[in-house]
């Protein structure tokens, strides 16, 4: 049972909890030119001039509650080579503003987070295994007995329990190795998944120098962002500026909510 137990927890423990999904509408402002294109049900907005294109759409069609993502296109229509990069971005959920991740912050995170998990799951492995061990290896047994003798003087009653201890410390390294066992697989699963999050942090927007006619793409992650519960008038706010211009890209954010 204990083994189970440790088994159960690592599960959750590297797998978290399940989170509502969040989907981000675009919104066209009313202040300048934006088209929307919808592909597979994701909308991009989308503004142009003669100096510049510029566009932004969800990166995921549903998302978690936190860390919103977006991808962020950027053309350079001007004679000259442009700088660009998240400095360039700035964004703002309920109207204060939040942080973008760089990559090197958020590759750093990972590790961070990583490393903490591992120790933490390494420490409540070793504490189950050894629990484990120590009981396993330590097993009581108890026996009730009772009955009746018929005697001289008439039938005499009898009763009383056996309890008998067991040392087996082949049982308490079996056990305490299951769980040790569990406890490496939470670990590894750990370092996969911090894998994932690496490989996908390589799609976020880095500095690139824009030669003219040519475009950039990236994702935007914002950081310590938002409330695990949207309100109905929620709001992505993404200010964007480049060759000398500064546009804004709204999204309405809502929950999805299960049927």
Do not use: W
């Amino acid at each position: 049972m204990r083994t189970l137990c440790c088994v159960v927890a690592i599960s959750v423990f590297v797998s978290g909890c399940a989170t509502a999904n969040i989907t981000y509408t675009p919104r066209p402002s009313q202040d300048t030119a934006q088209t929307i294109k919808y592909t597979d049900g994701v909308g991009t907005l989308t503004e142009k001039d003669e100096s510049r294109e510029l566009f932004v759409y969800s990166r995921f069609k549903m998302q978690g509650p936190t860390q919103p993502t977006f991808t962020l296109g950027y053309a350079n229509n001007t004679a000259a080579p442009v700088n660009f990069s998240t400095d360039n971005v700035k964004a703002y959920f309920r109207g204060a503003p939040v942080q973008i991740y760089t990559y090197s912050e958020r590759i750093a995170e990972i590790q961070s987070e990583k490393q903490a998990k591992q120790v933490a799951l390494a420490i409540i492995g070793g504490l189950a295994a050894g629990a484990a061990a120590y009981g396993a290896s330590r097993q009581t047994y108890r026996q009730n007995y009772s009955g009746s003798v018929v005697g001289r003087h008439g039938i005499t009653s009898f009763a009383g329990t056996n309890t008998v201890r067991v040392y087996d410390p082949v049982a308490g390294m079996l056990a305490g190795a299951a769980v040790g066992g569990a406890t490496v697989l939470g670990i590894r699963q750990i370092e996969y998944n911090a894998e994932s999050q690496e490989q996908s942090a390589n799609s976020i927007l880095q500095l690139n120098t824009v030669e003219p006619l040519q475009m950039v793409t990236g994702d935007l992650v914002l950081k310590n962002c938002c409330d695990p519960n949207p309100r109905p008038d929620d709001v992505i706010r993404l200010e964007v500026t480049a060759s000398e211009k500064t546009s804004v890209f709204e999204f309405v954010r809502s929950q999805v909510k299960a049927r």
